[in-house]
């Protein structure tokens, strides 16, 4: 498992705890049960604090609470349950998450450039580091035209042509 | 006991193939090795569902055929079907032939 | 119609490259073709039971004759020398290897086509009325509407993993050709109390093994928040929809689970986030993109020709086609001329490479270049001189294109069923042959009149037959054939669900049966202008049924 972010493998620092299981010191990545049991006393133990949500845990139920997280792992438990593309543009454009966004489960080299566009800015890779560096790198090379506007910053098609009209109704 | 055969479609061009015991695939039926149903057909469907066929076809499954001597022909329809051609175009498929 | 900026090139050629890519992965063997059966179908590839399959989209049904031409050069030289037309605008061809599969798209690419999402659980191809900038009762032509829609959800990052396949269709006039309230999102263009234009906005239709006619939940959606208000619903159901199983997993299902005003609200909570965001349409790309569908350069045509009343009045059989096939244009001295796919005895939508090449020089000729896509599986010249009709038909007929049975018997509806499919339980083409046979002599298909009998293979309904006057469906009783019959359905403004009238028949009595739900009808009908559906909402199913099952 390699986790890929800002175009480079980076280190996990970040432990996984299961409901019964011990907390590590610092960096835990809970799950949302153990959130809603244990909020304050989470809150009052780490200073870096994470949460993962599986596939039919809608993130409207912390939709108050991501600025306590640092990092947020949306689980995609096949690549075809689609549920966490439109949690990822919730999470960013609509509760401000500013934190990292991860991708867990079955990310492949054809969906993660979709996962990129909806939001998330790391993924978690089951490939050896050089392997899923290049998943990464040739997977964000593949399209470079977006009709629809996300928060991920791209132009879209649409406010290219709109500029080209100004420029040419302003020659 | 019901006679089988192991059928797929060719992964380059997505022609109806036939499995053959020594490891080869062909357009006709009559090349198929037949094999009792149960483990024997199980095994066959195996070995022609490995890591190395899967490069060559997609999602090899067995039938069952009636046989006449060397002739063997699908019980089902849609077997028939694939192993002929549209019944609606004989000019197409390997009934064409 | 619509071209291309290099935007839209650039995407649709940057796709082409991106499945290349993606086929050489697979016959390397770094996919699975687990991994690779949702990305080949995505670019419109199936696996059937000869061969692969490609459907190629066809936006809202509008075809230019340099792409006709192209699809003509892809079935000479992929495939087998023809095409087919499905009932969703789309065409198919049956033969294609997946190793040709990138060139043939590239070869699409050129003419500004694609198969970008023609399968999947994604955003489908948009349909619209084949009248559309033709027809007299127009508000106003769908097309552009669909085109923005088609942008949109082309690699819609969000909804490219939906639980299921998700279609929309839609239609500028008040009779509605494009069947959208069987659609997953219906827009129909309608005025308000202002007499602005917008959508009213049905979700929820469809048909398969839940059949559910499309539910209002937005009376009147102004048409710049066309897209915010897609998006919503599509966000909502992407969430909501349910993923345990894959037959419960239709927006319709969850529309019906929850009831369309909670669906609604749902829609609305969400719209209202997004509706001023950068989805809404400027009224500048809304002009751009309608300036490409303005109407083509009629001439100046008095009511009346001359030419044409003079050979309907002697040319019996040029009369005949004009009466079934040729519709009333909205521009006056031109008309719309109906192109059957469906020869007596054919194989419904079916097209050789041939009669694609003559119908391109046709429209070329004699209907600004454009063709027309049906979903009755028929193609349109939309805008003929109705001086030109009758040589019009009479190259029609050389190709064996003219055969005057629009909206007649033998235009029967007909998926390609178990001589094609992967996924049909029973046969379709013989049974709409034999149908066709039986009733191909055309003075009994005037007296029959107008009527639609539509044919699935299985439940999934390609061809809608749940909403076909007569509607037949193929199911597999034991290793046999066997057909089920459902009657009084329709998929116009009126849509509406049929019945299954009782027990099915075999491959040998179905045809019989059919033959006795016409002779029934013909035997009740009060007049020769009460049609068959008609003559069905005012007698009910009683006496067809005992026609059909008391003799047994």
């Known amino acids: 498992m390699t986790l890929v972010k800002n175009n480079l493998v980076i280190e996990d620092k970040w432990t996984f705890v299961g409901d019964e299981e011990d907390l590590p010191k610092t960096n835990a990545i809970v799950t949302l049960k153990r959130w809603q049991e244990d909020r304050e006393a989470l809150l009052a133990r780490f200073d870096n604090l994470g949460i993962v949500l599986r596939s039919d845990e809608n993130p409207q139920v912390i939709a108050e609470d991501v600025s306590f997280f640092q990092v947020i792992a949306l689980d995609f438990p096949v690549y075809t349950d689609g549920r966490a593309y439109s949690y990822a543009r919730l999470l960013r454009e609509r509760f401000g998450y500013k934190g990292e966004l991860r991708a867990i489960g079955n990310v492949l080299r054809d969906q993660i450039f979709l996962m990129h566009r909806c939001g998330f800015d790391a993924f978690e890779i089951n490939q050896g580091g050089n392997k899923a560096l290049k998943i990464w790198l040739d997977a964000q090379k593949e399209v470079t035209t977006f009709y629809q506007p996300t928060g991920d910053g791209r132009n879209t098609v649409l406010s290219l042509r709109e500029r080209r009209r100004l420029a040419k109704s302003a020659s | ?97 | 119609m619509y071209k291309y900026d290099d935007y839209d090139q650039q995407l649709v050629d940057e796709r082409v490259e991106q499945f290349r890519e993606q086929v050489n992965r697979r016959l390397s063997g770094e996919l699975s073709e687990e991994e690779f059966r949702p990305l080949r179908l995505m670019n419109g590839v199936y696996l059937q039971l000869h061969a692969y399959m490609l459907r190629v989209a066809i936006p809202y049904g509008t075809i230019s004759t340099a792409q006709m031409r192209q699809f003509a050069y892809i079935a000479r030289t992929y495939d087998k020398g023809y095409g087919h037309f499905t009932t969703r605008q789309n065409i198919q061809f049956n033969w294609p290897k997946l190793v040709d599969i990138p060139d043939i798209l590239k070869d699409l690419s050129k003419v500004q086509m694609h198969a970008i999402q023609t399968s999947g659980n994604c955003i489908r191809n948009t349909t619209a009325d084949q009248y559309a900038g033709a027809s007299f009762d127009e508000l106003e032509d769908p097309r552009p509407w669909c085109e923005i829609i088609r942008q949109w959800s082309t690699m819609h990052p969000e909804f490219t993993y939906l639980p299921r396949k998700f279609k929309m269709a839609v239609t500028g006039s008040p009779s509605d050709r494009a069947a959208v309230a069987i659609h997953d999102i219906g827009l129909r263009i309608r005025r308000d109390d202002q007499g602005d234009l917008g959508f009213e906005v049905m979700v929820g239709g469809g048909l398969g093994r839940t059949p559910m006619i499309g539910k209002t939940i937005c009376e009147f959606l102004p048409k710049e928040d066309l897209l915010s208000y897609l998006e919503a619903i599509l966000r909502v159901y992407n969430q909501f929809g349910r993923r345990d199983n894959k037959y419960k997993a239709r927006i319709k299902i969850l529309v019906h689970e929850i009831g369309a005003e909670t669906f609604a609200d749902l829609v609305e909570k969400e719209w209202v986030h997004i509706r001023d965001s950068a989805l809404q349409l400027p009224q500048s790309e809304i002009d751009a993109i309608q300036a490409h569908f303005t109407p083509p350069p009629f001439e100046v045509l008095p009511s009346l020709s001359s030419v044409f009343a003079d050979k309907v009045a002697t040319d019996q059989a040029f009369a005949y086609w004009v009466k079934n096939n040729v519709r009333e244009h909205k521009q006056q001295g031109y008309a719309i001329a109906n192109i059957s796919l469906k020869p007596v005895g054919g194989i419904p939508g079916d097209i050789s490479h041939t009669q694609m090449d003559a119908l391109a020089d046709l429209a070329d000729q004699y209907s600004f270049g454009e063709i027309r896509s049906t979903h009755e599986q028929n193609l349109v010249l939309a805008h003929v001189k109705r001086d030109d009709l009758y040589a019009l038909w009479q190259k029609l007929d050389a190709y064996d294109l003219a055969t005057p049975n629009s909206g007649l018997i033998t235009d029967l509806i007909a998926c390609p069923g178990l001589d094609y499919c992967a996924l049909a339980n029973s046969r379709s083409i013989p049974l709409a042959q034999r149908i066709s046979n039986r009733f191909g002599e055309l003075d009994r298909q005037h007296d029959i009149g107008k009527i639609q009998i539509k044919i699935s293979g299985c439940i999934n309904a390609c061809t809608h037959h749940h909403v076909g006057h007569i509607g037949i469906l193929g199911v597999d009783k034991k290793g046999q054939e066997f057909y089920q019959i459902t009657l009084g359905g329709r998929a116009d403004e009126h849509a509406k669900i049929g019945k299954i009238v009782g027990a099915g028949f075999s491959t040998d009595e179905v045809v019989d049966a059919v033959e006795t739900l016409i002779d029934t009808y013909l035997n009740l009908r009060e007049n020769k202008e009460e049609t068959f559906l008609d003559a069905f909402n005012r007698v009910g199913e009683q006496p067809f049924k005992e026609a059909l099952y008391d003799a047994r």
């Open chain 2, 1 to 97: 006991m019901t006679k089988q055969v192991v059928t797929a479609n060719r992964l380059d061009d997505g022609l109806a193939v036939f499995y053959k015991a020594d490891d080869s695939w062909h357009n006709s039926i009559d090349q198929a090795s037949q094999v009792d149903a149960g483990p024997e057909a199980e095994a066959l469907l195996a070995q022609a569902s490995d890591e190395r066929n899967q490069l060559c076809v997609v999602g090899p499954y067995l039938i069952d055929i009636d046989k006449e001597g060397a002739h063997a022909t699908p019980v089902r329809y849609r077997e028939m079907i694939r192993t002929l051609g549209p019944s609606v175009r004989p000019d197409l498929g390997y009934q064409a032939k």
